[in-house]
């Protein structure tokens, strides 16, 4: 093999490597093949999305809460990037913040104000599922 083909050869390699590299780089949202489901209650909400993919994007629930505290119960794997979940009770303090998103934990939020409470998901190039509900404590 001759240096100009060995030259070629660790070029088109480079160019593949980097091309590849690149392939985790491209943004993506949620969408349908994420296969989202929210269920939105007074005093339950839920909220899964599978086969994420480098996914960076927010949602964003208001939800009626009627007592002081909520269980929140994660089913996420995350196992690429990152997710973040807070939530805000109606005076618009935060009770609950969340990073990562993680499988089999259960939580209770900080005492809050009961009426309205905002619920807001971050994904910064998650990969894998997240899977959450929030229910009243009793």
């Not at 807001?120 to 959450?132: I, K, N, P």
Request: overall charge negative; some cysteine.
């Amino acid at each position: 093999m001759t240096a100009r083909s060995m030259l070629r050869l660790a070029t088109l390699a480079a160019v593949a490597a980097i091309a590849a590299a690149c392939q985790d780089s491209i943004i993506k949202y949620l969408g349908p093949e994420n296969r989202e489901v929210e269920t939105v209650l007074p005093d339950s909400l839920r909220f899964q999305a599978f086969d994420l993919d480098n996914v960076t994007d927010t949602r964003t629930w208001s939800w009626v809460m009627t007592g002081s505290v909520a269980t929140v119960h994660h089913q996420s794997f995350v196992h690429h990037g990152q997710g973040r979940l807070t939530i805000l009770d109606a005076a618009g303090d935060t009770v609950y913040r969340k990073i990562p998103l993680e499988f089999e934990l259960e939580n209770e939020t900080a005492a809050g104000q009961p009426g309205v409470w905002d619920v807001h998901l971050e994904l910064f190039g998650a990969r894998g599922r997240v899977d959450f509900v929030l229910t009243r404590a009793p």
